[in-house]
């Protein structure tokens, strides 16, 4: 069996990758930006090619050529910025983008089962009472990147009904593992500490806003949870992909800070807290847990052990 990844080498593309070539699959992917940091070890068993997902006619050879038997679609940008051409470049990437993906797979005349990887940003705001969120709630987002993925969402449900392509969607919490950009607040909160420890900058450790609720998964469960989604779930239909448990990034930190070797000081900085944050978010899995037998089996405090050495052994 053939499967193709976007956004292979990316953190959610490179641990899928691992867990396709443990179950015998023949794994195919593309990237835009490729990190063999993340993919070292495996490199040699994919095939791997550097491909923007824009470049429709480079984009509709590949897979063609490969007639993949299942496509996961990962890639995209998955941060806000309001940097000059950002908003258009990442609408173009998320949207056209995966749109391409679809018309390649039309224009090949082929039939994968295709998973799209959508986000909880689509919710938006939700009130404490609608928390745990379900499928079925509103869908309200507050980011220019939640905008774009509730465009791939509802185009994605489109190419279902009026093309029959075989879709399946999921709606990601929050999610961390080693090999995470700090850009992220975990992955930063570890990288700040780890560099501390090394004596690589003052024992200060900036952060912002510390009582924000989030449903964090660890990676390596989520790519579990994409797999089983397209193995098992039904087309056409949408899954959110979660813990079921809520953190405030203060506990993140106190988790952190515990596990620290050294004594640190902890600095809130107004730069760090975005203006469109969202102050709760807890999902709710039930649904792809009853389609098919997936939940959560690593535990926050070692997601975040494990994060925390990722970054003592890179800095």
Request: hydrophobic residues 35%; contains cysteine; positive net charge.
């Amino acid at each position: 069996m053939k499967a193709f990844i976007t956004g292979i080498t990316g953190l959610a593309g490179s641990y899928l990758t691992e867990l396709l070539i443990n179950k015998g699959y023949k794994v195919f992917g593309i990237d835009n930006n490729i990190n063999k940091h993340n993919i070292k070890g495996i490199v040699n068993k994919i095939k791997l090619q550097k491909c923007d997902i824009k470049n429709k006619k480079t984009l509709t050879k590949i897979i063609g050529e490969i007639k993949p038997d299942f496509i996961f679609h990962l890639a995209g940008i998955t941060y806000n910025s309001f940097r000059k051409n950002f908003l258009e470049n990442m609408y173009k990437t998320n949207i056209l983008g995966m749109i391409n993906v679809f018309e390649a797979v039309r224009m090949n005349n082929i039939n994968p089962l295709i998973l799209v990887t959508c986000s909880s940003a689509e919710y938006g705001l939700v009130s404490s009472k609608k928390n745990p969120i379900r499928e079925e709630n509103n869908l309200n987002p507050r980011t220019p990147y939640g905008v774009s993925k509730l465009a791939q969402d509802m185009i994605s449900l489109q190419y279902y009904q009026n093309y029959n392509l075989r879709i399946i969607r999921t709606r990601t919490f929050n999610n961390t593992a080693p090999r995470e950009n700090p850009f992220f607040v975990c992955s930063d909160l570890a990288k700040q500490i780890a560099e501390i420890e090394k004596g690589y900058k003052k024992p200060i450790l900036c952060i912002g806003n510390t009582k924000s609720v989030r449903d964090f998964t660890d990676t390596r469960d989520v790519v579990k949870a994409y797999y089983l989604a397209l193995k098992k779930g039904q087309v056409g239909e949408v899954y959110n992909v979660c813990s079921g448990t809520g953190h405030t990034i203060g506990n993140i930190l106190e988790i952190l800070l515990g596990m620290s070797k050294v004594r640190i000081k902890v600095k809130q900085q107004e730069d760090k807290i975005p203006g469109y944050d969202v102050p709760l978010q807890i999902g709710d899995y039930s649904k792809l847990k009853k389609a098919v037998g997936w939940e959560p089996g690593v535990k926050m405090k070692d997601t975040l052990k494990d994060v925390l050495n990722y970054w003592r052994a890179v800095v």
